[in-house]
């Protein structure tokens, strides 16, 4: 099923590889962190993936962590949410156990949905379905089911601001 897409996506993930630091942090998680906005836009232009973690499990669409000062809290959210409306390329759809953002375990009654924009694997309270928005860079016309990162990034309410 992924096949079709895997093309367009193996030069963002070759760099992405490549230029890991010992930690498994990408250059975009490193400019992130250190709230270096400019850097992190540049970035995600040249192919950079938000989904991706490093070896502790920690990316950009992450949680943020408890002892963060709510100064960079805010600019960290600034900045994600920037990188959220400048990506441009269909996500591969991730997959897991859990859902990705609360971590609940997928059940038969708890099952699997994607977020058309982040591609991160999720449950229904995570990814809730009244939460769509059409994604006209993907060329996907109707409305997709996101998560909530994803929709407050791309609804129109919070574009302007
Ligand atoms: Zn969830
Ligand atoms: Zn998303």
Redesign the pocket.
């Known amino acids: 099923m992924l096949a079709p897409r895997s093309r367009r996506w193996s030069f963002g993930r070759l760099a992405e590889t490549l230029q890991r630091d010992k930690l498994g942090n990408t250059p975009l998680l490193l400019a992130y962190v250190s709230l270096n906005g400019v850097v992190a836009v540049e970035l995600i232009r040249r192919g950079g993936l938000l989904p991706t973690k490093n070896l502790a499990g920690v990316g950009v669409l992450d949680s943020f962590p408890p002892d963060l000062p709510p100064e960079a809290a805010e600019q960290r959210t600034a900045i994600r949410r920037k990188l959220l409306e400048l990506t441009d390329r269909e996500p591969e759809w991730l997959d897991g156990p859990h859902?990705q953002?609360?971590?609940?375990k997928f059940t038969l009654q708890i099952r699997k949905h994607h977020c058309r924009h982040c591609g991160r694997v999720?449950?229904s309270?995570?990814?809730p379905k009244d939460r769509k928005l059409p994604l006209p860079k993907f060329k996907l016309d109707k409305p997709e089911r996101l998560c909530e990162l994803c929709y407050d990034a791309l609804s129109p309410v919070n574009a302007a601001s």
């Open positions: 859902c953002i609360c971590n609940t999720a449950c309270k995570c990814a």
